[in-house]
């Protein structure tokens, strides 16, 4: 199975995030149900290890925190744009947590990440899209904001791959400590 480790976001955020899903040619918006900040990609595993995955991220001890997203952005080169995003602000109780992931991942097993954390929800996947256009749009949409919104738990999901897309599945939810 496919799995993935992220934080769920409110409906009123996933909501604000579809508003931005319009305007750009050879886009591929995400669904609003999909919408999430992704703490760690994990790839295909085998159920045995899942279990213990799972198990491991079962012992995060981190407190609940507030996030805001800020900003849009981009994936890619100036050229060749592969992605939109919306930005989250600067905050510490989200790295740590992410830190706390990435070591319950590789105790449970999996090999380390290999780069740096950059947390944002993906909106759009782009291809073809011409990179005046793209500009234009992140030009339009720097101001974005959304929240403060409590962050209380982060989730083990699979996805379902399909020629419509990825289907997201919650397997777990962790609960995090008292703001």
Same mark, same amino acid.
């Given at each position: 199975m496919r799995l993935f480790i992220g934080i769920a #976001?409110?409906? %009123? $955020?996933?909501q604000r995030l579809a508003g931005l899903c319009s305007g750009l040619p050879n886009a591929r918006w995400v669904e609003p149900a999909n919408m999430h900040i992704t703490l760690r990609f994990i790839g295909e595993v085998p159920g045995d290890q899942a279990d213990i995955l799972h198990?491991? #991220? &079962? &012992?995060?001890e981190a407190p609940a925190f507030t996030l805001t997203l800020a900003g849009l952005g981009s994936f890619g080169s100036a050229r060749k744009v592969r992605a939109l995003w919306a930005g989250i602000a600067a905050n510490p109780s989200l790295v740590h947590l992410q !830190?706390? $992931?990435e070591s319950a991942v590789a105790r449970a097993g999996f090999e380390p990440r290999g780069r740096k954390f950059k947390p944002h929800v993906t909106i759009a996947r782009l291809k073809g899209?011409?990179?005046?256009? $793209?500009? %234009?749009? #992140? !030009?339009? &949409? &720097?101001?974005?904001?959304a929240g403060p919104f409590t962050v209380s738990a982060f989730t083990l999901y699979r996805s379902h791959l399909g020629h419509k897309g990825a289907h997201y599945e919650s397997l777990a939810e962790y609960p995090l400590g008292n703001v």
């Open positions: #976001l409110p409906g %009123e $955020v996933r198990q491991t #991220l &079962g &012992g995060i !830190e706390k $992931v899209t011409p990179a005046d256009r $793209v500009g %234009e749009y #992140l !030009e339009q &949409g &720097g101001a974005f904001r």
